[in-house]
């Protein structure tokens, strides 16, 4: 009856079929123009496959000029009126500039509008969207639009699905716009805003959202301030993602009287099936309450994919403290826990053992203690077992049949002990075992599980003897480290391992007994990484050698630019603190790190490979000049060249270098002449250490274009200069360095505000001290009170390794070699010079300093009581020069003063009592007559003034020294390397 009735309107009102008609031709036309303003590129939906799960094709191929478009792949038509009302074209292969003025804004009927998955050239989002007062759901996500949202989209108040989510934060919204959305979208029930940039607005601006939400998603989008907690009171909230907002103070799980945030309660009858917080900000301890929580799924991949029965509670990278919730063991649905990185405590709950469907549980990275429960075995379907980073002790629980599906574990860096459990040996399913940092012992069995590609055991206690075959039949084995435990490896295997092992790209055997180059690695062609270093090995590199690693290039293993310079893919080899004494030429085309420090190599320097990037050849007996051939390398990023007997002068293009090099020790050579003048614009030296050879002449001021510099290491030369008020960061102890420190403009080197550790003593300078430099170190004034991000001063390459500076300090009356510099140790060292005058004031601004001294000089004057304003002060020493007055009482309240000497100075009066004066003998004092008190043996009973000048200055330089020197630990037992992303330390 309708289509009768509508027939009858067109035979009896035709001008109407002629209006349809000409609506129809009209948004016809409209498209097409929008399509046309594109190109089709299969790339521009590359996410959509990859991220989304979706299927990419051109929609608009099917668009075609005099067809009808309501039949167009993608429109949806009104088929009463022929209004275009809904349009799809995700995933359609759309690239190029969207158009501010685009034909799209001449279909005002659109009621759904899904541009997603396309790519528009970092465009901006036209203010002309808000023409679209009649649509209910719009998706613009992940489409390359950069900028500000305009302010118009929050006119769209019938909107009921709004989605501007994009991979990166290319989109910004400020706080009037957002406001504008949460107040006028009063029908929302899905916004996705994902990676949008927030940092401006204060996340208070959700306190008003509707109540019919259903789906909230932020993540990423660097919100600032306290999330309102009414959020989750919304009746009808299914959703909730704030991951990734690492400065959004989200909710205080356990209460924080800091914050001022109450603990969050969840209950019985909440709707939350999605709630996705991980590396938000949270804080406090896990509530019981979360086992309320009996519907929760937690994914964290894209919401295309959150489906089906999984369901995920993750909260890792969160500031979470406390026990972990025995009612945790109540959310029996649960597949996947993820508590990583946090600061929680106490032991594993055994209520876990309930949560018989989880298949990944992790809980690195926090401070757990106690023992594993027996219960954790009850989890038959556990793939993923990750308890690593913790304080766990006591042995695992050995069961044969426990785990049947585990793939990865992850017990590494923990005190657990007693022999490896039976049950290790077994699943067939098992890909990797990371034990190592642990206190295992006992003897290795044969590993049974075909399917293993990774093997780390390093750093335990294991014993005995064991012959390679036993990982022979494991053909899938990627990495194997054995390193740093009592095994003793035998190397007599026959050749035929090498084909039953074709996938073995990292072999780490550092300190087990080995005597000589194992047989076993002839023709392990694939091999990219070998350590053999702390072992015994004795004579030279065999020739035999050559063939390991220079198999064929295993794709996604080196880096494209290596793939052009030979066949060898040979990476990284170890050879450091063996007995050999001969190096030929290096076969490794391909040879990226090379280390054989601490042997007894001599001869002339060989020259590595040019796709070298690390090159430690420290403590050993090289000598002769340094050929320039070296600065053909030019990815060249760690030289250590120190301890040896390397003569001549340094080469000029050293200086070239810098582009690349970050870290190069020429420390204890013999090496004359200046130093080179080519540091050139853009320099990455971090450290530059020098100390120790037969360098004179002026300082170079090209020195000055290597802003990242740390540590500048010229000491134990013949520099002879006046001070380099242009630098910084600098050890000049033991040169000739002279003339005052006067700053000869209004303005100090940059370098100044960055100096941790000043050394210039054992020089002649004179004068006053520098009290404009002084007032210039802001890395010593704690102005924030914050801890730095990097704990230890030293440089790291590519390949994850990092390479520490150590410290040579007198501390505590005796010299010490510290193996790692803290980044927040600061030092001063102005020792015996010729300085005069008094001690500035400006001293006690310097809050973070640990060791102050100015000892063998001529200083006069008071001791200034802004020295008891040092509260970080481990070690004092102002001996042998002319102070006076007494020794201020507020130095007895220094926390961490360990060591103090002021012994040779005309001081008087009562030595301050109690603390830690009470720990000070009387060498501290000595020289000093008008001193009383303990623990001298002289009363502050006997008044008598204070004695003449007892100390004369000749101005010759004192022998006494209190030094420091800064050194790589490269040849050393401290280098600390990663492979694979791990960190390993070298042997100790």
Not at 106 to 111: I, K, S
Not at 781 to 808: C, E, H, W
Not at 876 to 884: E, G, P, V
Request: proline letters at 5%; hydrophobic letters at 35%; aromatic letters at 10%.
């Amino acid at each position: 009856m309708a289509s009768y009735l509508f027939l009858c309107l067109f035979l009896f009102f035709p001008h109407l079929y002629a209006s349809f008609s000409s609506s129809g031709s009209h948004f016809s036309s409209s498209l097409i123009q929008f399509k046309d303003s594109f190109s089709i590129t299969e790339d521009a939906s590359s996410y959509c496959n990859d991220f989304a799960g979706l299927k990419s094709y051109p929609k608009t191929n099917s668009w075609k000029e005099g067809t009808d478009c309501c039949s167009w792949d993608g429109v949806t038509c009104d088929h009463l009126n022929t209004h275009v009302i809904a349009l799809d074209l995700s995933c359609s292969w759309l690239y190029g500039n969207f158009p501010s003025n685009t034909t799209l804004f001449l279909l005002p009927h659109l009621q759904k509008l899904n541009l997603a998955y396309n790519d528009f050239n970092r465009s901006k989002i036209p203010s002309e969207f808000g023409r679209f007062r009649s649509l209910f759901h719009l998706n613009l996500s992940n489409i390359g639009f950069v900028g500000e949202v305009p302010s118009q989209v929050s006119h769209l108040s019938k909107l009921v699905s709004l989605d501007l989510s994009g991979f990166e934060e290319q989109l910004t919204i400020d706080k009037y716009a957002l406001e504008g959305l949460v107040h006028n979208l009063t029908e929302v029930r899905h916004l996705f805003l994902d990676r949008m940039d927030m940092s401006s607005v204060n996340a208070h601006v959700f306190m008003n959202l509707s109540s019919s939400l259903r789906s909230l998603s932020l993540a990423g989008c660097d919100l600032q301030g306290k999330f309102p907690k009414n959020i989750f009171d919304l009746p009808n909230l299914n959703l909730l993602n704030l991951g990734g907002n690492q400065n959004l103070n989200l909710l205080s799980f356990g209460g924080n009287q800091n914050l001022n945030l109450d603990p969050l309660k969840f209950n019985w009858n909440s709707n939350l099936e999605q709630l996705i917080i991980s590396e938000a900000n949270i804080c406090g301890g896990l509530p019981d309450s979360m086992g309320n929580l009996v519907s929760l799924k937690f994914l964290v991949l894209s919401r295309s994919n959150l489906s089906g029965p999984l369901t995920h509670l993750d909260l890792s990278k969160n500031q979470l403290s406390g026990q972990i919730p025995r009612s945790l063991g109540n959310l029996l649905q649960l597949t996947h826990l993820v508590l990583w990185q946090n600061q929680l405590s106490g032991q594993i709950p055994k209520s876990l053992g309930n949560l018989s469907q989880l298949t990944d549980l992790d809980l690195g990275w926090s401070k757990l203690s106690g023992q594993i429960p027996l219960s954790i075995l009850n989890l038959t379907q556990l793939e993923d077992l990750t308890i690593s980073n913790n304080s766990l002790e006591g042995s695992i629980p050995d069961e044969v049949t426990a785990f049947p599906n585990l793939k990865n574990l992850d017990l590494s860096d923990n005190l657990l002990n007693g022999t490896l459990p039976s049950w290790l040996y077994t699943p067939p399913s098992l890909k990797e075992i990371y034990l190592s940092q642990n206190q295992f012992s006992g003897h290795i069995k044969e590993f049974q599980s075909k399917s293993l590609e990774l093997i780390r055991l390093e750093n335990n206690k294991l014993s005995g003897v064991i012959e390679f075959r036993m990982f022979t039949d494991l053909p899938n084995l990627e990495l194997l480290d054995l390193s740093y435990n009592s095994l003793s490896l035998t190397s007599n295997t026959t050749s035929t391992v090498n084909h039953r092992l074709p996938n073995l790209t990292d072999l780490l055997l550092s300190s087990c007994n080995l005597s000589e180059f194992p047989q076993f690695l002839k023709g392990l062609k694939s091999l990219e990484r070998l350590d053999l270093s702390c072992n015994k090995i004795e004579g030279k590199i065999p020739q035999w050698m050559q063939e390991v690693g220079n198999g064929s290039l295993i794709e996604g293993k080196i880096r494209q630019w290596m793939r052009e310079v030979g066949n060898g893919s040979l990476t990284y080899l170890n050879v450091s603190h063996n007995s050999l004494t001969e190096v030929e030429h290096f076969p490794w085309k391909n040879i990226e790190v090379l280390d054989l420090s601490s042997n007894f190599i001599s001869g002339n320097l060989p020259i590595p490979a040019l796709t070298i990037n690390v090159f430690l050849i420290s403590n050993n007996s090289f000598n002769g000049e340094v050929s320039s051939l070296i600065c053909n390398a030019t990815y060249l990023q760690i030289l250590d060249l120190s301890h040896n007997y390397l003569s001549g002068t340094i080469p000029q293009c050293f200086g070239n270098l810098s582009y690349s090099l970050e870290f190069l020790s020429l420390k204890k050579n013999k090496f004359y002449g200046t130093i080179p003048p080519t540091f050139t614009e853009g320099c990455q030296l971090s450290n530059l250490n020098l100390n120790g050879n037969l360098l004179e002449g002026p300082l170079t001021p090209s020195i000055l274009n290597c802003r990242g510099l740390e540590v500048l290491d010229l000491g134990n030369n013949k520099i002879n200069d006046t001070f380099p008020h242009w630098l910084g960061i600098l050890v000049l102890k033991s040169n000739h360095m002279h003339g005052s420190l006067r700053v000869n403009s209004s303005k100090s080197s940059p370098f100044f505000s960055k100096i941790q550790i000043f050394d210039l003593s054992s020089n002649y300078f004179s004068g006053p001290l520098p009290v404009r430099y002084i007032s210039s170190f802001n890395a010593i004034i704690n102005l924030k009170k914050q801890d730095s991000a990097r704990p230890y001063m030293g440089v790291q390459d590519f390949t994850s390794a990092f390479y520490a500076y150590s410290i040579g300090i007198v501390m505590k009356g005796q010299d010490r070699e510290l193996v790692k510099i803290f980044t927040m140790w600061m030092i001063i060292d102005l020792s015996n010079n010729q300085f005069e005058g008094g001690i500035p004031n400006v001293i006690g601004k310097l809050n973070l300093l640990k060791g102050l001294n100015l000892s063998h000089n001529n200083l006069h004057g008071d001791i200034p009581t802004s020295i008891g304003n040092l509260t970080s002060l481990e070690w004092l020493d102002l001996s042998s020069n002319r102070l006076s007055g007494t020794i201020p009482n507020r130095l007895a309240d220094l926390p961490f003063l360990s060591s103090l000497n002021v012994s040779e100075n005309q001081l008087h009066g009562q030595i301050p009592q109690g603390k830690q004066f009470n720990t000070f003998g009387n060498d501290s004092y000595k020289g000093n007559k008008g001193l009383c008190g303990f623990p001298v043996s002289k009363g502050c009973n006997i008044i008598e003034p204070p004695p003449p000048n007892v100390l004369e200055k000749d101005g010759s330089k004192s022998n006494i020294a209190f030094g420091w020197k800064v050194v790589l630990i490269g040849y050393g037992c401290g280098v600390v390397f990663g492979i694979k992303g791990e960190r390993r330390t070298k042997c100790l």
